[in-house]
């Protein structure tokens, strides 16, 4: 049995106060055995460290450090996802606010436009980023030519790029020059390859939903922070699998 701490805070007012339930609905959490700290199964009069506690909740990590944000920005084309550029480009740091400091969660490269995650939680970070989970990413390309029935198949199947075969993909044809392509791996212009990879150019990329997390009313260059039921579905489909239909 994990022995209860002096110190820090109740874990049931964490809970409540990162939003998972009112301070009741969090005891019975507790007592029903549904939420562990540091992989162990949490009793009642827990108290923990939120700076440094991994908390969860029927295996889903919440957020309880305080200070967390979580922004959804709408990446315009030409802005770099980097600190600082030499070339003196604009860094997607310069359209969120400068404090707290954040980080991207993945990359999208100068050209593509669309969702991305900027954050301070390195807990949900790490979880993303983790090669074992793949958290889906769905494009729109245009490109300069229609993709052949063959084509199609081999991008659903998985292509040969110069750093390895691509797992299989979701495609779908949404027009005559327009793609509508789904991965969970993160490599490099990877669409932009993969379609290269078929015999077409990609002329334009839009990431257009991250894992659960989609927003089409988001004007490019715009952000928006996260609900936190919005971080939470995006932890959940990270450790669960979780995946969406493809859209046609």
């Given at each position: 049995?994990?022995d209860?701490?002096?110190?820090?805070?109740?874990?049931?007012?964490v809970l409540?106060r990162c939003?998972?339930?009112?301070?009741r609905v969090?005891?019975?959490?507790?007592d029903?055995?549904?939420?562990t700290v540091?992989?162990e199964v949490?009793?009642?009069?827990?108290?923990?460290?939120p700076?440094?506690?991994?908390i969860e909740?029927?295996?889903v990590?919440?957020?309880?450090?305080?200070?967390?944000?979580?922004?959804?920005l709408?990446?315009p084309?030409?802005v770099?996802c980097?600190?600082?550029?030499?070339?003196?480009r604009?860094?997607?740091?310069?359209?969120?606010?400068?404090?707290?400091?954040?980080?991207?969660?993945?990359?999208?490269d100068?050209e593509?436009?669309g969702?991305?995650?900027l954050?301070?939680d390195?807990?949900?970070?790490?979880?993303?980023?983790?090669p074992?989970?793949?958290?889906?990413?769905?494009?729109l390309?245009?490109?300069d030519?229609?993709?052949t029935?063959?084509?199609?198949?081999?991008?659903?199947?998985?292509?040969?790029?110069?750093?390895?075969?691509?797992?299989?993909a979701?495609?779908?044809?949404?027009?005559e020059?327009?793609?509508?392509?789904?991965?969970?791996?993160g490599?490099?212009?990877?669409?932009?390859?993969?379609?290269?990879?078929?015999?077409?150019?990609?002329?334009r990329?839009v990431r257009t939903r991250?894992?659960?997390?989609?927003?089409?009313?988001?004007?490019?260059?715009?952000?928006?922070?996260?609900?936190?039921?919005e971080?939470?579905?995006?932890?959940?489909?990270?450790?669960?699998?979780?995946?969406?239909p493809?859209r046609?």
């Amino acid at each position: 049995m994990t022995d209860v701490s002096h110190e820090g805070e109740r874990l049931q007012k964490v809970l409540a106060r990162c939003g998972v339930g009112s301070r009741r609905v969090c005891e019975d959490l507790i007592d029903e055995g549904r939420v562990t700290v540091d992989g162990e199964v949490a009793i009642l009069g827990r108290r923990v460290d939120p700076l440094t506690a991994v908390i969860e909740v029927d295996g889903v990590l919440i957020p309880a450090a305080p200070g967390l944000v979580h922004y959804l920005l709408n990446k315009p084309a030409g802005v770099v996802c980097t600190a600082s550029d030499p070339q003196g480009r604009p860094t997607v740091l310069d359209l969120v606010p400068e404090d707290p400091r954040v980080f991207t969660v993945g990359r999208l490269d100068a050209e593509t436009e669309g969702l991305l995650i900027l954050t301070n939680d390195g807990q949900l970070t790490q979880l993303l980023a983790h090669p074992s989970f793949g958290v889906e990413k769905e494009y729109l390309a245009e490109i300069d030519r229609t993709l052949t029935s063959g084509a199609l198949r081999k991008l659903r199947d998985g292509v040969e790029l110069e750093d390895g075969m691509t797992a299989p993909a979701k495609v779908a044809l949404v027009a005559e020059h327009l793609v509508r392509i789904v991965i969970h791996e993160g490599r490099n212009r990877q669409v932009r390859r993969m379609c290269e990879a078929v015999g077409s150019t990609v002329v334009r990329l839009v990431r257009t939903r991250i894992g659960p997390l989609t927003d089409p009313t988001l004007p490019p260059g715009s952000w928006r922070p996260l609900s936190f039921d919005e971080v939470v579905a995006l932890s959940t489909s990270a450790t669960t699998g979780d995946k969406a239909p493809l859209r046609r």
